[in-house]
């Protein structure tokens, strides 16, 4: 099924995820190090480097494509550094894809790492008063939990979710996570647990709520010949069906974060697909699969709500009916659609850049079959998907 | 009736003396609506509009969604100390097809609130700064008449 344009995941590499503090890069050289040696390549012989950008660290981490360059010894290797916020990485990913695609090179590193403050995302310093991000911290305190709230809120008021239904995502994505040996937390939580942890932002707990962490992920990808003359075979390759970063269609109504306002719908009339829809269905089409075809998906549960709301973005279900999925367990690890078999965000806690590479990393060992006490039986296709601030939507899908 | 001028916490966005209404801008060409106001171009990909004049909105609307903090935002938000939990809800306004987020009314919390209830534009004092000098926010507070609150809730 797959097309000369399906470049092949040569190798993936992380660094486990946590919280010390120290400098990102040397998360991001174990990562690559790591993703080297399983795709069987040397550095030296990397055409081209994507990495992507963390907007907390300084200047290095601005430029992190030459930060990682360096790190590992210059070698005149093309590069590009990317910021998309939470879709970076998926960002960086395209920038390879399309490096390669585009005949530019043959390999490619894909590379992302972050060191996190404790606490509450907030604004990087300055008073930038014409920035939304700074707006809605200093007019609403509207923190990104507020925003997860708001949207649980709708869940519960308009389709009848309950809180248990959002605890019942922890419960399912923590006891994935125990066995997967770079989460941050492997701790399998119970509904029991719920009760002891304090309101964060109404309905939601902090259990409902994704950490911030130190990691680092990297993957190696290459065109279809350098991976059958590395390996003789393209059999068992890993395939990359679709990269797709996809931005909102005017008028966006749907109140997403950062944003204190939607777009207006008083002129123009929505579209039929929402911007959340229209990530999957992008990817969708690219691959020329459908729903019915995935194996396994790694979404971003920034909130436990959240991906609920996931499920019926990716298709899986219609819209109002994610927790049925989760209740009957069908997006647990031996269910029909498993999602976030890694332990997801709630296992993870997000290192933004890092983040949505590490979710390609997972899907390559599942396809590979290479993820014991977290595996997903025959896994052929999994998918990827997350939404950057400021409209900045990304879904990847791989094949074997 | 002397009153002092008072100053908002950002400029242009809301009147400071009743009525009370938030300031979107308008698309001259196309008609369509726009908040927080600013000038330049129609977001309509479709429209060529390159004029944007400030609009008063609708002072009334329905609760979209809401939620409550119970921890203190960080900087750039001015945190009293001791914190207060409060609401923030996200408000339909129906002729201009937008949703805004704001701050409920002191007082009026999460509890207080269901979709679809009709709210207006208030002011309330968001911060004192070191000068002593107040500085205002819009908020969205019960409309006259409405029900301030739920016969039942759940456990959340």
């Not at chain 1, 709500?305 to 690890?333: I, K, M, Q, S």
């Not at chain 2, 001259?28 to 944007?52: I, N």
Request: glycine share 10%; charged share 20%.
């Amino acid at each position: 099924m797959s097309s000369d344009r399906d470049l092949v995941v040569l190798g993936a590499g992380m660094h486990e995820w946590g919280k010390w503090g120290r400098n990102f890069v040397e998360y991001g050289l174990v990562a690559a190090r790591a993703a080297l040696a399983d795709a069987g390549v040397k550095w030296s012989e990397i055409e081209f480097v994507a990495g992507a950008d963390t907007i907390r660290n300084g200047y290095p981490g601005f430029v992190s494509g030459s930060t990682f360059s360096q790190a590992l010894g210059w070698t005149g290797a093309q590069i590009s550094s990317s910021y998309a916020a939470c879709a970076s990485g998926a960002q960086a990913m395209q920038s390879a894809r399309a490096q390669i695609l585009a005949g530019f090179a043959d390999v490619a590193m894909v590379i992302g790492a972050d060191t996190t403050p404790k606490g509450f995302f907030a604004p990087v310093g300055g008073e930038r008063r014409d920035d939304p991000d700074w707006q809605r911290f200093h007019l609403l305190g509207a923190t990104n939990p507020a925003f997860f709230a708001l949207n649980a809120r709708r869940r519960i008021d308009v389709f009848g979710d309950t809180v248990e239904d959002f605890a019942m995502v922890k419960v399912k994505n923590s006891k994935a996570g125990v066995n997967n040996p770079y989460a941050r937390f492997k701790k399998e939580f119970s509904l029991e647990d719920f009760a002891g942890s304090p309101i964060v932002s109404d309905p939601l707990r902090l259990l409902d709520i994704c950490a911030t962490s130190d990691g680092a992920a990297c993957v190696i990808i290459c065109t279809p010949e350098y991976a059958k003359k590395k390996f003789g075979t393209l059999e068992g390759a890993v395939r990359i069906r679709a990269v797709s970063n996809t931005t909102p269609t005017y008028p966006q109504v749907r109140l997403e974060l950062p944003d204190i306002a939607t777009d207006s719908n008083a002129v123009v009339t929505p579209p039929a697909l929402g911007f959340k829809d229209s990530i999957a269905h992008n990817a969708y089409e690219q691959a020329g699969l459908g729903p019915e075809d995935i194996s396994c998906a790694e979404v971003y549960d920034l909130s436990t709500a959240l991906e609920l709301d996931w499920y019926e973005n990716l298709g899986f279900c219609p819209e109002g009916e994610g927790a049925g999925l989760v209740r009957d367990g069908v997006t647990a690890l031996g269910g029909a659609k498993p999602v976030n078999a890694s332990g997801g965000l709630a296992s993870f806690g997000e290192a933004i850049p890092a983040q949505a590479i590490a979710q390609v990393c997972e899907l390559t060992w599942q396809l590979q079959g290479r993820c014991p006490g977290h595996q997903v039986e025959n896994a052929k296709v999994g998918l990827a998907i997350n939404q950057g601030l400021f409209g900045h939507g990304s879904c990847t899908i791989l094949s074997i | 009736m002397t009153t002092t001028e008072r100053v908002p916490a950002i400029e242009g966005w809301f009147t400071t003396s009743e009525p009370y209404t938030l300031i979107g801008a308008k698309c001259t060409t196309c008609g369509t609506y726009v908040f927080p106001p600013r000038g330049g171009t129609c977001p309509s990909p479709e429209c060529e509009g390159a004029e944007l004049e400030p609009t008063p909105l609708s002072r009334t609307g329905k609760v979209w969604s809401y939620t409550e903090n119970h921890y203190a935002p960080p900087p750039p938000y001015v945190a009293a100390d001791p914190f207060e939990p409060y609401a923030l809800a996200a408000v339909q306004l129906e002729a201009e097809g937008l949703v805004i987020l704001g701050q409920v009314a002191k007082g009026v919390m999460a509890a207080d609130l269901q979709i679809g209830m009709e709210v207006e534009v208030d002011l309330q004092v968001l911060y004192r700064d070191d000068e002593g000098v107040d500085h205002w926010i819009w908020t969205w507070a019960p409309a006259a008449g409405s029900h301030t609150a739920k016969n039942e809730k759940g456990d959340a």
